[in-house]
């Protein structure tokens, strides 16, 4: 997954400049979130990967899926993407868009992984322990549930995770023993 963000970041960067130099930060976002969702199809993401399809039929059959939605700017876009065969990226490259766009209105986007459900008083102690820890007024919480934590929780800002679940200390001393 990090070699997928790697190969997205430059993009990502790019359409982010773009974007903040010609005040179109909400266009782009719906742009690519747009392009992310067609993406996601299993039968279009397998089209753009098939070296059976050329790549001009697959560039006219997202055009065409786009019309109305994508302009010129997305259009050729799309076609920098299919082009350099990077077309599959376009779900990492908003994601690094969004990261991108939050860091520069002041947010902080936070994905926390409990093994329970949170409590009101529960999200605004880890709102407020993080905003201290991150230097960051705005921090936008998503939070899921995943038994198989045990216990704990595991924190991602960005490409940083902070793993304090069960399951994860359990692995750590595993591999401990192992060694």
Not at 41 to 70: C, H, M, S
Not at 139 to 150: A, H, M, N, P, V
Request: hydrophobic share 45%; glycine share 6%.
């Amino acid at each position: 997954m990090s070699e997928l963000k790697t190969l997205a970041r430059p993009y990502a960067e790019a359409v982010f400049e773009l974007a903040k130099e010609s005040g179109t930060i909400d266009q782009w976002s719906k742009r690519l979130e747009f392009l992310a969702i067609v993406m996601a199809d299993r039968e279009i993401a397998w089209a753009a990967v098939n070296p059976k399809i050329p790549r001009q039929t697959f560039l006219r059959l997202i055009l065409e899926i786009g019309k109305g939605y994508l302009d010129r700017e997305g259009e050729n876009f799309v076609k920098l993407l299919v082009q350099n065969q990077r077309i599959a990226l376009v779900g990492q490259i908003r994601e690094l868009f969004e990261q991108y766009r939050a860091a520069h209105e002041g947010c902080v986007d936070v994905k926390v992984t409990t093994a329970y459900p949170l409590n009101e008083q529960d999200r605004t102690h880890l709102i407020a322990a993080l905003a201290r820890k991150l230097g960051k007024e705005n921090i936008r919480l998503s939070i899921e549930e995943d038994k198989d934590l045990i216990g704990g929780v595991v924190i991602r800002v960005g490409d940083k995770v902070i793993d304090g679940s069960v399951r994860g200390q359990l692995e750590r001393l595993a591999k401990r023993l192992a060694a």
